[in-house]
């Protein structure tokens, strides 16, 4: 039973598409992350949010607490987006993180 | 400011040989997790630690893994003896509280012959 669902699992898209990558939980939660890697190197934090909606760049995260659902969009995606996104979750009972297996994102110019 | 550093970067041991990775978190961050990162899945926490304290050591497989941080700062992994299975990424990552957002190192890849 994986507490936190990706979808899709891998996507492909043309530079310039609207991205969008969707994580379902099915915990509590304090928090929830979504994490950037690109292959063969380390994870970097792109958002932590609780509730609403958080933009960077051409970045944007939303949540819906009550549905347990977040999105993140990318919009104008670029080749250099191409990596596996993260979600992550940390419960609000016992403090744990549970992580989703990844979505992974290739952007073809 | 430096970030989290990890060492080594890449490792490659023989099975039943004992192996250890050594993680520098970010300075005046007082949570530090270790995880490991198999192919093609998510992390996974093994261990976390609010400065010395490990106050989540519940997945981590004692048997065969510890982990220390002394002085609340460096930390380090071991495994002894390593198994072929244990072949992963293993990740730090630090933050400066329990609640705040967490910067990842670069990881160290096992590999486990």
């Known amino acids: 039973k994986n507490e936190v669902e990706q979808s899709p699992q891998n996507l492909t898209a043309q530079e310039g598409e609207f991205i969008t990558i969707n994580c379902s939980y099915s915990?509590?939660?304090?928090?929830l992350h979504w994490l950037q890697q690109h292959p063969g190197g380390g994870i970097v934090s792109l958002f932590m949010?609780?509730?609403g909606k958080k933009k960077h760049g051409r970045l944007i995260a939303t949540i819906n607490i009550q549905e347990k659902h977040s999105s993140l969009h990318i919009t104008a995606s670029h080749p250099r987006d191409s990596a596996v996104y993260i979600c992550?979750?940390?419960?609000?009972?016992?403090?744990?993180?549970?992580f989703g297996t990844g979505t992974s994102l290739t952007v073809i110019p | 400011e430096a970030g989290v550093v990890q060492s080594p970067r890449y490792k490659i041991i023989e099975k039943k040989q004992p192996v250890a990775f050594w993680c520098n978190p970010i300075?005046?961050?007082?949570?530090l997790y270790w995880y490991r990162q198999n192919l093609g899945q998510g992390p996974e926490l093994l261990i976390r630690y609010e400065n010395e304290e490990a106050v989540d050591d519940s997945q981590l497989p004692k048997d065969r893994f510890s982990a220390e941080r002394l002085k609340g700062v460096d930390s380090t992994l071991k495994i002894q003896p390593a198994e072929l299975g244990d072949s992963a990424v293993y990740l730090c990552?630090?933050?400066?509280?329990?609640?705040?957002?967490?910067?990842f190192g670069p990881g160290t890849r096992l590999t486990v012959t």
């Open positions: 300075s005046g961050h007082n949570t």
């Open positions: 992550a979750v940390r419960s609000n009972t016992g403090n744990q993180f549970y």
């Open positions: 990552a630090s933050s400066f509280g329990g609640f705040d957002e967490q910067y």
């Open positions: 949010l609780s509730s």
């Open positions: 915990v509590g939660i304090s928090a």
